[in-house]
């Protein structure tokens, strides 16, 4: 086959006409960082999922890291997390204080194997993280059940999961916490931002206040018409907040969300069919219960050739891929932490080194999709 000239990224921002002209309205608004247009995305991520409060952030590990404060979770305490998941979360729960604790995954959909999960449980545990991989929702009813029983606080890690439903329910519309990323990768954006939704008056009154140095009233509310420009902290907080500038980007990707998630799911089923029956090769596993995929990635695994080879050859083919995860446990100061638990991860181990994401996003034309199909089957020897 004949090698493309121009470069095929793993993923490009869908941004348009609308989004540079809600940029510049805000810019020439006068009123650029948290105010207004982080009030109306709020909203609409309230209207999205069901739950009753949102917050919007910097990014979702700031999302995170908040959340598992608000929470109260800290030292001697332990927080369970897939291991093929986005270091970020890994990293804030042990900026708390607390320790990691890893289970198991599904092989074929690279989700948390629930019941291993439960297996891990322990007095220590106070936080467990679902992750919504690649845009396929982890079973919350199973995951909900286990963590009423044991009392457990449940985040679901939704930064693949904007317009992802299980059992006709958005993701972060379960009474728990969930948070969301708007990285230029993600299904929508707002070049870096996150959101944290929830249900609960007391968690958002302290969240609101870590996000913003501990001061009760954000800089909309102490400048704005009638604002009091007086403050007091109680207790320290960080500066997570996003601008509306970012606020205004991402109102129109989340009014764009069903078109640019209809167009990933038509790649997807592109992908399906063109790369099915390729020995060698193994495409996504979907899980088997209702639910709607919101198709933020990709993620195939390699066989017959050593994942290393694989991207090699296809930078060759000038395609761009993506790798998600490397596994936590295997990172250095993981692999060093004192006294943490170390479970067996028999399915993590046997997919870390396979799986493999493809280029997917919302402007890849048809054509892409078929080249990339082509592509792998020739490297793979089938071509
Ligand atoms: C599963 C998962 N969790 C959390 C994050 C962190 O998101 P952010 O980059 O907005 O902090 C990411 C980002 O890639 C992710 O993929």
Known sequence: MKIRRDFLPFSRPSIGR???????????????????????????????????????????????????????????????TPSI???????????????????????????????????LISKRTKVIIPVHFAGAPADMERILAMAKNCRLKVIEDAAHAVGTYYRGTHAGGFGHTAVFSFHPIKNITTGEGGM???????????????????IERD?????????????????????YNLTD??????????????????????LAAFYMEGLSGIPGLELPGVPDYPHTHSWHLFVVKVLSLERERFMQKLSEYNIGYGLHFPPGHRL????KMRGARRPRLKETERCAGRILSLPLYPDMGDKDVHYVCDAVKEILGNG
């Open 196 to 214: 944290v939704v929830h249900n609960d008056e007391e968690f958002d009154r302290k969240i609101r206040l870590l996000r913003f140095h501990g």
């Open 85 to 119: 998941t986005f270091a970020s979360t890994l990293n804030m729960i042990t900026m708390t204080g607390a320790r990691p604790v890893f289970a198991d995954i599904d092989y074929d959909t690279l989700i948390l194997d629930a019941a291993h999960a439960e297996a």
């Open 18 to 80: 609308a989004e540079i002209k809600a940029v510049v309205d805000c810019l020439r608004s006068g009123w650029i960082t948290t105010g207004p247009k982080c009030k109306a995305f709020e909203d609409g991520f309230c209207r999205l999922t069901g739950a009753s409060h949102s917050v919007s952030l910097s990014s979702a590990t700031a999302g995170m890291h908040l959340t598992l404060l608000a929470l109260g979770v800290g030292k001697g305490d332990e927080v369970i």
């Open 245 to 266: 500038i970012q606020a205004s980007v991402g109102l129109v990707q989340l009014a764009r969300l069903e078109e640019m998630n209809h167009r990933r799911e038509r």
């Open 332 to 335: 250095t100061y993981v692999k």
């Open 219 to 239: 800089a909309w509310r102490r400048y704005g018409k009638e604002g009091n420009p007086e403050y007091d902290i109680q207790s320290p907080g960080f500066k």
